[in-house]
């Protein structure tokens, strides 16, 4: 067991080391999102055949963050293969970036909202390259107490011009921005109603509050308590979006259709907002000796 204090405002008791967790965290993180990219790919019946570079490479990649935090300390090869794994993870979602940009030019050959809002998700694939930073960071340690001083198993020290714990914020700020885009471009769709609009202004706000902490000197107590409840209110407005997905996925008919939930409301896609939120409070959280 060990313990976190959260701005000394929360003492939360967690089952394993915070690092620990993290890499737990992370790998559900990189199974989830291969599962919901297999079932997104199947669309189009995996054509062409690079749709099943990041189907392949989810496995590896979540195994090997569980492997890494479940053991209390990561041996020099495993931890070489979970960074080797992480980079991978990286040059997977930039690739993914690139065709999904490409797929969505228009046939003249440059960007048009339209063909954007209802070609491929072109920010999806930063998700693995969000996550995996995330698993690489999470390796890591700082040492001496020295913000940015960071020892990574296997390979030796080095500093960074940041502390660990900004560059968690950074991550967890930028994802709010990326959900946020996406969800301004995928409820454009069928136009915006004052529920679509939650998320977009929400998500806003909470990248400017997450962005600020990461380049504030300091923070104040004010500063504090707006982190820690928006972080809250980012678990509650996924659970909430959510349900309504799933409402408009099961069409009245309280039936399951894989059909329509590839068609219409990606079922999984506000819970990123929950995600987001569970880790904001998670990386600003001091573990206690």
């Given at each position: 067991?060990?313990?976190?204090?959260?701005?000394?405002?929360?003492?939360?008791?967690?089952?394993?080391?915070?690092?620990?967790?993290?890499?737990?965290?992370?790998?559900?993180?990189?199974?989830?999102?291969?599962?919901?990219?297999?079932?997104?790919?199947?669309?189009?019946?995996?054509?062409?055949?690079?749709?099943?570079?990041?189907?392949?490479?989810?496995?590896?990649?979540?195994?090997?963050?569980?492997?890494?935090?479940?053991?209390?300390?990561?041996?020099?090869?495993?931890?070489?293969?979970?960074?080797?794994?992480?980079?991978?993870?990286?040059?997977?979602?930039?690739?993914?970036?690139?065709?999904?940009?490409?797929?969505?030019?228009?046939?003249?050959?440059?960007?048009?909202?339209?063909?954007?809002?209802?070609?491929?998700?072109?920010?999806?694939?930063?998700?693995?390259?969000?996550?995996?930073?995330?698993?690489?960071?999470?390796?890591?340690?700082?040492?001496?107490?020295?913000?940015?001083?960071?020892?990574?198993?296997?390979?030796?020290?080095?500093?960074?011009?940041?502390?660990?714990?900004?560059?968690?914020?950074?991550?967890?700020?930028?994802?709010?921005?990326?959900?946020?885009?996406?969800?301004?471009?995928?409820?454009?769709?069928?136009?915006?109603?004052?529920?679509?609009?939650?998320?977009?202004?929400?998500g806003l706000f909470a990248s400017s509050v997450v962005i600020y902490l990461a380049v504030?000197?300091?923070?104040?107590?004010?500063?504090?308590?707006?982190?820690?409840?928006?972080?809250?209110?980012?678990?509650?407005?996924?659970?909430?979006?959510?349900?309504?997905?799933?409402?408009?996925?099961?069409?009245?008919?309280?039936?399951?259709?894989?059909?329509?939930?590839?068609?219409?409301?990606?079922?999984?896609?506000?819970?990123?907002?929950?995600?987001?939120?569970?880790?904001?409070?998670?990386?600003?959280?001091?573990?206690?000796?």
């Open positions: 067991m060990s313990s976190i204090n959260i701005f000394h405002l929360a003492n939360i008791k967690l089952p394993m080391a915070k690092n620990r967790l993290l890499l737990v965290f992370v790998g559900i993180n990189l199974m989830f999102t291969g599962i919901d990219v297999a079932l997104a790919h199947s669309i189009n019946d995996y054509v062409p055949v690079y749709e099943w570079i990041p189907i392949i490479y989810f496995p590896f990649g979540a195994l090997s963050c569980i492997i890494v935090g479940l053991q209390s300390q990561p041996k020099k090869w495993t931890a070489l293969i979970h960074i080797a794994l992480m980079l991978v993870g990286i040059i997977v979602g930039l690739l993914g970036t690139a065709f999904h940009g490409y797929a969505v030019l228009n046939p003249e050959g440059y960007l048009t909202w339209a063909w954007v809002v209802f070609g491929s998700p072109i920010l999806a694939p930063m998700a693995f390259a969000g996550i995996s930073l995330l698993g690489l960071y999470a390796v890591t340690e700082e040492i001496n107490n020295e913000p940015g001083m960071l020892k990574v198993p296997g390979l030796g020290t080095f500093k960074a011009p940041i502390s660990r714990d900004r560059h968690f914020l950074w991550l967890v700020g930028l994802g709010f921005a990326a959900s946020t885009i996406t969800s301004i471009i995928d409820h454009a769709q069928y136009g915006y109603t004052f529920y679509k609009m939650i998320p977009i202004i929400f504030s000197k300091e923070w104040t107590k004010g500063d504090e308590n707006v982190f820690i409840w928006t972080m809250i209110s980012a678990v509650v407005i996924g659970v909430l979006g959510f349900g309504f997905h799933l409402e408009s996925d099961l069409a009245g008919t309280g039936v399951f259709s894989l059909e329509r939930i590839l068609a219409f409301a990606p079922v999984l896609a506000p819970l990123l907002f929950s995600d987001l939120g569970m880790l904001g409070l998670l990386v600003v959280a001091e573990e206690k000796n």
